[in-house]
């Protein structure tokens, strides 16, 4: 079990390449499953949630091999497997984007309800009722969920849930539709940019999908659907993250190969907080001229701020000196960050999906844990900014979603280093 520690106080600067986006990939390596020929991925982040996504489907039958630094080739069977191996799929709950492929392309599917996590119940609801829709009979049985599916056929639904649409629950239905019979109308569809990018994937597969990155998604299916090659979408909440930590630090550093498009919620956000940003093709430097200001942030879907920087965002807004409100939109139990940043010397009260915070200025170091992988960045942020030295365990967690972060941070100019942690603090976690 590994920890990292972090001399913080040191201004971030010089560049960095941002990586393709982690929740473009994971459904995009699933759609694999609908082809009938193999497809080459590049652009693809190196990080544990890719890895396992791979060995479920290698379980299913789809082989998934590195050919390139960033490239992946995925190779299809038409008649593998339909259980996906259930320690995998409660080790990552986004394994549940398997579903709707499996059941277009094979007729059935099994696997382990994905259940909650740390940031909230995480149920699937929309995801059953846009299969369903579809034709599909899916069972729920204590922690397995089975569903058959003879030809499914295109219909009219509506996504629209409690919290705004369902990122992952409208990439299954998409999926699903992609080979369903007939014309499918998906309302209320999430726009989020990883969503575009599977739609465009699925369409360089051959798929009929209009109205991409609008709420109203219309698939006209296809009898067969064949591999491709495809460049995933850079990253934008690991783009955010450095930004994030650039401004912590009172630093200035130049992100290439990002989308800016992708982040106007962000910069929107951070320049109230008083960062400058600086646009040119295809980069972004970002700056802090003077001391962080306090706002009120609110997460919402895209192309509202997203819930995936509300962790980072709010470690930002503990370093002002002033009374910032941070309501959380989408995941209202996301807030592991905040008892974490408290040993920090933070000051933040939390309600009911939202906290307020008192800025003190200055966090100190301490010895703090990452829950969840955002939660996880927040503490990195907090950290890179704080006085002393700051140990974070649970680095698993932030190896899920951001690739060679160290190697990137000390090229900018941290003092961040990576060990085992001791034993004893070993034990305690496994008991934890
Ligand atoms: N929801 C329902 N019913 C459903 C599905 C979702 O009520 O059937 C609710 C959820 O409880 C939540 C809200 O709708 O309150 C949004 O959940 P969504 O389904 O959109 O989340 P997801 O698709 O499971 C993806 C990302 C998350 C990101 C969310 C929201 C991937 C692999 N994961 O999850 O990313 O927070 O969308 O943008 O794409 C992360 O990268 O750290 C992460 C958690």
Redesign the pocket.
């Known amino acids: 079990m590994e920890r990292i520690v972090v001399r913080g106080g040191r201004p971030l600067i010089g560049t960095v390449r941002i990586s393709g986006a982690?929740?473009a990939a994971?459904?995009i390596m699933a759609a694999a499953i609908l082809t009938d020929s193999p497809s080459v991925l590049h652009r693809v982040p190196r990080l544990t949630d890719v890895a396992t996504i791979s060995t479920i489907l290698r379980a299913l039958g789809v082989s998934a091999e590195w050919i390139g630094p960033d490239s992946l080739r995925l190779v299809p069977s038409r008649n593998g497997p339909v259980e996906a191996p259930s320690h995998l799929v409660r080790q990552m709950?986004?394994s549940?984007?398997v579903l709707g492929p499996l059941l277009a392309m094979r007729g059935a599917a099994r696997m382990a309800t994905p259940g909650g996590c740390v940031?909230?119940?995480?149920?699937?609801?929309?995801?059953?009722k846009g299969l369903n829709a579809l034709g599909a009979r899916i069972e729920i049985n204590g922690a397995h969920i089975s569903g058959r599916a003879d030809r499914l056929r295109g219909t009219s639904i509506d996504l629209k849930?409690?919290?705004?649409?369902?990122?992952?629950?409208t990439?299954n239905v998409l999926m699903a539709a992609a080979l369903a019979e007939g014309r499918t109308l998906i309302k209320h569809a999430?726009c989020?940019p990883?969503v575009q990018d599977l739609a465009r994937f699925l369409n360089g597969c051959g798929a009929h999908i209009r109205g991409i990155g609008t709420p109203t998604l219309v698939i006209e299916g296809v009898k067969s659907l064949h591999g491709t090659e495809h460049t995933i979408i850079p990253d934008r909440?690991e783009a955010g993250t450095f930004l994030a930590a650039a401004a912590s630090t009172g630093g200035e550093i130049t992100l290439e190969g990002l989308r800016a498009d992708h982040l106007r919620a962000v910069i929107e956000a951070m320049g109230r907080m008083g960062v400058e940003f600086h646009e040119a093709e295809d980069a972004l430097t970002v700056r802090r001229p003077g001391p962080l200001q306090a706002i009120g942030l609110a997460t919402s879907?895209y192309p509202g701020l997203?819930?995936?920087m509300q962790p980072q965002l709010s470690a930002l807004l503990c370093l002002t000196r002033g009374i910032s409100t941070v309501r959380e939109g989408?995941?209202?139990c996301r807030f592991t960050h905040v008892g974490e940043l408290q040993r920090m010397g933070a000051r933040i009260v939390q309600g009911d999906g939202q906290t307020i915070i008192e800025g003190v200025g200055q966090l100190h170091g301490a010895h703090v844990t990452a829950a969840?992988?955002?939660g996880g960045a927040a503490l990195m942020v907090a950290a890179l900014a704080a006085d002393g030295e700051t140990t974070i365990s649970g680095v698993d967690q932030i190896d899920r979603?951001y690739q060679t972060l160290e190697e990137r941070l000390t090229m900018l100019g941290a003092d961040i280093s990576r060990s085992e942690a001791p034993p004893a603090e070993q034990r305690h976690r496994k008991s934890a």
């Open positions: 982690k929740n994971l459904p709950r986004s549940i984007c940031i909230g119940d995480r149920p699937i609801d929309l995801h059953l849930g409690p919290y705004g649409s369902t990122v992952l629950g990439a999430a989020e990883e909440i879907p997203p819930t995936d989408v995941h209202p969840d992988l955002r979603g």
